[in-house]
């Protein structure tokens, strides 16, 4: 037989073997698709993933003042208290009246009645008048630090604006001097998100979150689900390679996630939250499931140690929890101390958030989303080989 004869025989060889290999394939994605919509509990949590949770994590958090209840406790009871508390206004704020004492606004604060009482020493308009220091005593209950912290700020910064008109219109002052001293014009521009639109950043962050839990869960939960059940060792004696047993499964989940994934985006982020997309939808969906089949790993080589679904559901929660944490969806990063920034960076999901906001919000392109990219890879797939080697180890 010549060179070129041996070579069309193990060509058409090769491409026999593939073509039972996709066969095989494709009979246990069909399968995983079964088995999936077979358990309706799993169906229901996924439908609520990728709309109801989304659209209330958007609607239900934010992060910005608003009608944060006041109370004022004015002892001077002239126009400079007046017009200094009449300044405290919505949206930030909602002025429930007065006080008659201290201790009034501070019991009406501990009942968690009130977030801000404002109390105005006896003499505060008549040493505005005669250009005396004064002060306005601003109490706030921070039980809520963020919302405490923007309540003290806007607070501050009130005052601070009423104390200025006031200096610039004492007779004492020389005008044309103040108009010769230079000054600093502080103008703030935000940028990807101008308005500053809380629902943006929750809604996004809220879909790459439950995209991460069921890339993790539903491959943890097929797999279990044939430990229980005994077939994987019917599976194992079949003429099936460890990889095709296990591809199926990533391809099957995989696949539902995405789709559920588009139906949140289009459906929800763009269709209820109007969201502008600045990037390119069809990267976006190259890299979730780039990080979707990474991640799977995750909840293959919980299965492989798990020994039954309940052991699945409480080691997801235990991967999952620092995952969340640690990923810049809560808690940004400059604002945790460096060893656990570390961690951060350990850790994929905090790649694909990075990238998600990139893409959506910025309009990254591939040549700026490389770092992300090359951390999903680095860290999913080391993952996903020691998945397949336990599970060879476990049931070869």
């Known amino acids: 037989m010549s060179a070129a004869s041996l ?12 073509r039972v290999w996709l066969r095989r394939a494709w009979a246990l994605t069909v399968k995983e698709y079964i088995q999936l919509f077979r358990d309706t509990i799993l169906v229901l949590f996924m439908a609520y993933a990728f709309t109801l949770d989304i659209y209330v994590a958007g609607v239900g958090v934010n992060w910005q003042l608003n009608n944060a209840g006041l109370a004022v406790h004015d002892s001077d009871k002239t126009w400079a208290s007046r017009e200094v508390a009449g300044r405290f206004r919505a ?11 201290v201790e009034e606004g501070q019991r009406l604060l501990d009942q968690g009645r009130l977030m801000v009482v404002l109390d105005f020493p006896p003499r505060f308009g008549a040493d505005i008048l005669r250009g005396r220091q004064t002060s306005v005593q601003m109490q706030v209950d921070t039980a809520n630090s ?22 610039l219109n004492v007779p004492e002052l020389d005008m044309d001097k103040i108009h010769g001293v230079p000054f600093i014009i ?9 308005n500053q639109e ?49 591809a199926p499964k990533i391809l099957a989940m995989g696949s539902v996630i995405l789709a559920g994934l588009a139906f949140g985006v289009f459906g929800v982020i763009i ?34 140690i798990a020994r039954n679904m309940a ?36 850790l994929p999901m905090h790649y694909m958030l990075d990238a998600g906001f990139g ?11 490389w770092r992300e990219l090359l951390g999903i890879c680095a860290l999913g797939a080391p993952v996903l080989g020691l998945s397949l080697w336990r599970f060879r180890r476990q049931f070869g």
């Not at 502080?186 to 101008?194: L, P």
């Open 271 to 304: 269709g209820v939250f109007h969201v502008p997309v600045r990037g390119s939808l069809p990267l976006f969906f190259a890299v979730s499931a780039l990080y979707i089949a990474f991640t799977a790993g995750i909840g293959l080589l919980i299965a492989t």
């Open 198 to 246: 809380d629902p943006w950043f929750m809604a996004l962050a809220e879909i790459i979150s439950n995209m991460t839990l069921l890339s993790i869960l539903l491959p943890a939960a097929a797999l279990a689900r044939e430990k229980e059940r005994g077939t994987v060792e019917q599976l194992m004696v079949s003429p099936l390679s460890p990889v095709q047993i296990l």
């Open 311 to 346: 052991q699945v559901g409480m080691l997801t929660v235990l991967v999952f929890a620092p995952m969340i944490f640690l990923s810049g969806a809560w808690t940004p990063p400059e604002a945790m101390p460096s060893w656990m920034r570390l961690l951060m960076d350990c």
């Open 91 to 101: 949206p930030y704020f909602r002025n429930e009246g007065s006080v008659s004492t």
């Open 7 to 18: 070579g069309n025989v193990l060509g058409a060889d090769r491409a026999a073997r593939l």
């Open 186 to 194: 502080d103008e703030t521009r935000a940028w990807y998100n101008q």
């Open 359 to 369: 893409v959506l919000l910025k309009g990254q392109g591939l040549g700026e989303l």
């Open 146 to 167: 963020a919302i405490g912290s923007l309540a003290t700020s806007y607070g501050g910064e009130i005052v601070g604006r009423y104390g200025l008109e006031r200096a």
